[in-house]
Structures are given as structure tokens and as C-alpha cells.
């Protein structure tokens, strides 16, 4: 399901949104031309939550790039061709009106610190898996999260399967709902079965609600 994207005018450029997807975009491109070593790639920048643990307890993993620091890298990497497809498009839809009402400055505060949250929702789920977590989608999620309290009644086309527009609060209240039924029968299963973060997105949109909210969301 691909939503249009919102069609509702804004007044300033979203300029931190652009530049957010053209990063994304350039660090994915560069993934590909390392080919199998891009694996290095994640080994550094991608959150391990095992390695997180171990140097939250005073047991940091011998490499460049401390782990802690992959709670922002890791938002910038992703594993294959739709994973990055549907972030920048998601956000590219969501992402200008949030940009909007926070301004460019609390909008990339908001951006990251939501990436960083989400992160860390899935980090106390799996506090010794290492697998690498790669990807925009929990600091999306928060985005869409705080759409989903400006917007609610905004109009979306899920395009190709419903041609109708739909109100955004049925599109979004759905996909975290699923985000958050996925989440828990992944706990039941074992790790490398698990596929997608979803705890990680489930948490990037509850935060997103409410971080925005404090930054002035609603102060228009």
C-alpha cells in the first residue's frame, strides 16, 4: 500500500526533509558499490544490540566507531532496494508538513531523537541479539506519529489496491496497530526469524506523538 502524499499546501521548503532523503539516498548508492563489503559497513555503523549492551556494562567491542554512536548511524543505512524506497517515500509524504510546523531546526532534532528512541525500544526488547539494525524506519515512524495527532483527518490514497482517500488516521492507526501485533509474536520467535524491527517502529510512532507535542506541534 503507497500512499500519496499529502496534498495539503506547505509554507516553507522542507528542506531538511530533502536533505535527509539525498543523504540516504547517496549512503545506499555507496552501500552498492562496495558490493559483499558493504558488510563492513554495518559491522561499524549498524546498531548490535549485543554490542550495546556490552558497552552500556563497561564491555565496548574493539572497533572504530563506539556503539553508542550507531544509535544515530544505523538510521542512515538499509538493507536492500524497497527498505530505502519505502522510507524516503514515506517520508518524503509525511515529512513536509511535520517540517512545517516544528521548523527545520526542531524537525531534525525531532527526526534523530525519534531514530534514537526507537532504537532503544528495540534494544531493551533484544538486549543481546547481534543482529545489525540498519535503517530510517523508527525515526519515520515518529514522524508519521506525529502526523497521525496533526492530521488525523488529512485524506490518503492507498494506491494501487484503493483508489477511495482514505482518512490518515485509518492509515496510520493501521500500520502501527500491525507494527505492534507483529512485535509481539516476534517474541515468541527466534531472532533471526523475526524479520523487520517492529518494536522499533512501534516505538518511533508512540514517541514521535508525543515528542512533537512538546516541541509545539500545536502551537500554531
Given at each position: ?40 559497513l554495518f559491522e561499524l555503523y549498524a546498531l548490535i544490540p549485543g554490542e550495546l549492551t556490552a558497552s552500556l556494562q563497561g564491555n565496548p567491542p574493539n572497533q572504530s566507531v563506539p ?136 516505538g518511533g510512532f508512540i514517541f514521535g506523538a508525543i515528542l512533537a507535542t512538546l516541541l509545539g506541534l500545536f502551537s500554531e
Amino acid at each position: 500500500m503507497v500512499p500519496f502524499r499529502n496534498k495539503n499546501p506547505v509554507n516553507i521548503t522542507p528542506f531538511i526533509v530533502y536533505a535527509l532523503i539525498a543523504i540516504n539516498i547517496i549512503l545506499f548508492f555507496y552501500e552498492l558499490s562496495l558490493g559483499e563489503r558493504s558488510n563492513y559497513l554495518f559491522e561499524l555503523y549498524a546498531l548490535i544490540p549485543g554490542e550495546l549492551t556490552a558497552s552500556l556494562q563497561g564491555n565496548p567491542p574493539n572497533q572504530s566507531v563506539p556503539e553508542v554512536y550507531t544509535l544515530i548511524t544505523s538510521q542512515f543505512f538499509h538493507s536492500g532496494l524497497i527498505h530505502i524506497g519505502f522510507n524516503m517515500l514515506f517520508l518524503w509524504i509525511f515529512g513536509n508538513n511535520i517540517e512545517e510546523c516544528l521548523g527545520h531546526f526542531k524537525f531534525l532534532v525531532f527526526y534523530l531523537v525519534c531514530g534514537i528512541l526507537a532504537a532503544l525500544t528495540q534494544w531493551v526488547v533484544a538486549m543481546e541479539s547481534m543482529i545489525p539494525t540498519v535503517g530510517a524506519s523508527g525515526a519515520i515512524a515518529g514522524v508519521m506519529g506525529a502526523y497521525l495527532l496533526k492530521y488525523p483527518h488529512a485524506k490518503i490514497i492507498l494506491f494501487p489496491f484503493v483508489t477511495k482517500k482514505l482518512p490518515a488516521f485509518f492509515f496510520l492507526g493501521f500500520w502501527f496497530v500491525y507494527q505492534a501485533f507483529k512485535g509481539v509474536l516476534s517474541l515468541g520467535l527466534p531472532e533471526s526469524s523475526s524479520g523487520s524491527a517492529y518494536w522499533a517502529h512501534a516505538g518511533g510512532f508512540i514517541f514521535g506523538a508525543i515528542l512533537a507535542t512538546l516541541l509545539g506541534l500545536f502551537s500554531e
